[in-house]
């Protein structure tokens, strides 16, 4: 039989949370603070202000005041926040260098119950603000994950250098130009949640480089065996590390279209879908959404939605698996949501973040950019706030030295595999000239 299902109005709180994302914006994501002129210096010019000499305690009491105003629990703002400023300024004050000071500000910070913060570097902050809006930056194309002292190739955007040098997730970075990573300067500042704990949130840094730079990454995949491989930096992005991952995957004769959408960009995803199913996608029978990984921009989550729902917007009508990791966070856990609470998608993989609540940054001196929660995301925060979510069907990541082997995705393709047996192929739609749908094929 076709696929079909009785589309079900979005009503109540619902529809109200998707009413505001699409008028103000408001997200688990990522809209710089205000006001902070060293940033919007650097946001506008592209150059770095005039640095002052560091001063112990300074970042941390500015950390504090900025907390003790905007932190989006009103109610731990007032209760707990002071004592916990009282207990570590002192060891703040007594730092003997940046990098001591900002180990006491990420203690206090793992103290805070809440996500979406963190210290960041200034190029962590302006590559994330990049990522989010879609556009370009100087990267190597992969992030460096740490369990146990060891560091893991993860976040491998497809078509970038890293995954065009041969560079598979899991694999090990054993160094980083004939340096341990731990001691490369080209480490940057952890970047992930401070208050998650490492077992669910492992510590992920990026690699700082400019457009042209050459590193060398001594790799060792599962046989252990170590190669040295050469990086260019260049420009490059997950908007189009998206685009390359488009493919169409043949399992027991049912076609399966797939994309990995590494980041929500505010910008580019509804469009490249609405494409792709006119294009590489367009003989799918099921569809798998990749959305493992970092969050995102909230405010295309309906966007996104309305393309999947019966509706004038609808482009894709039929069997649709989504996949998560431990990682899925922010505006990617609220589309996962969405897409099984409105009986769109299954949902595989592993427990998500439980990491959604609208971030703001501010810029807190000593090349530090504090990202904290600065606004909840209603229903969602509430729902979903250090509540991880577990998939319909549970599979966990491929761990350290998996290379290739991939048991999420592998799991998804058995699940679209059965869904079509069990309800039909999917088809592209579109809207008729009176406003009906029509197949595409």
């Not at 260098?97 to 500000?105: G, T």
């Not at 929500?264 to 799918?284: C, D, Q, T, V, W």
């Not at 991939?406 to 699940?415: H, N, R, V």
Request: with cysteine.
């Amino acid at each position: 039989m076709r696929w079909s299902r009785e589309w079900r109005l979005v009503r109540g709180e619902r529809a109200a949370a998707f009413a505001a994302l699409l008028s103000i914006g408001v997200t688990a994501c990522l809209a710089p603070a205000q006001a902070h002129s060293p940033t919007d210096f650097l946001v506008a010019t592209g150059k770095k202000p005039a640095t002052t000499p560091w001063v112990p305690g300074r970042t941390f009491d500015r950390v504090a005041a900025r907390l003790e105003k905007s932190f989006y629990s009103v109610a731990f703002q007032n209760t707990e926040l002071p004592g916990l400023v009282t207990e570590f300024r002192g060891a703040a004050h007594s730092a003997k260098s940046p990098a001591e000071e900002r180990e006491v500000i990420w203690r206090f910070l793992t103290r805070i119950p809440a996500t979406h913060l963190g210290l960041l570097s200034r190029p962590a902050y302006f590559a994330l603000i990049n990522e989010i809006q879609g556009t370009s930056h100087p990267t190597l194309g992969l992030q460096l994950l740490r369990l146990e002292d060891r560091y893991f190739a993860t976040m491998v955007f497809t078509g970038g250098p890293a995954d065009s040098a041969g560079i598979r997730p899991w694999d090990e970075i054993v160094a980083v130009d004939q340096r341990s990573p731990g001691e490369s300067p080209r480490l940057d500042w952890r970047s992930d949640d401070a208050y998650l704990g490492d077992e669910r949130d492992p510590p992920t840094f990026g690699l700082v480089t400019a457009i042209g730079d050459r590193v060398n990454l001594t790799v060792a995949g599962e046989s252990g065996r170590a190669r040295d491989l050469w990086l260019t930096a260049r420009l490059y992005s997950g908007l189009q590390a998206s685009t390359q991952s488009l493919r169409l995957i043949e399992r027991d004769g049912v076609r399966i279209g797939y994309v990995h959408w590494w980041y929500l960009h505010a910008r580019g995803l509804p469009e490249m879908l609405s494409k792709s199913l006119n294009g590489p996608l367009a003989p799918s029978d099921a569809l798998i959404l990749d959305l493992r990984g970092r969050g995102g921009s909230g405010e295309v989550v309906p966007k996104l939605i309305a393309l999947l729902a019966r509706g004038p917007a609808q482009r894709y009508e039929g069997p649709v698996v989504a996949l998560v990791d431990r990682q899925t966070r922010s505006a990617k856990e609220m589309l996962a949501t969405e897409l099984r609470a409105q009986g769109l998608a299954r949902v595989v993989g592993e427990p998500t973040a439980g990491a959604v609540v609208g971030a703001n940054f501010d810029d807190v001196g000593d090349s530090a950019i504090l990202m904290f929660p600065g606004t909840p995301v209603p229903p969602y925060t509430e729902r979903l706030e250090l509540r991880p979510t577990d998939p319909d069907v549970i599979v966990p990541w491929g761990g350290p030295y998996s290379g290739g082997r991939d048991p999420i995705l592998e799991a998804g393709i058995d699940e679209a595999v059965r869904l079509v047996r069990e309800k039909g192929p999917g088809h592209g739609t579109q809207p008729t000239s009176r406003g009906r749908r029509g197949a595409l094929r």
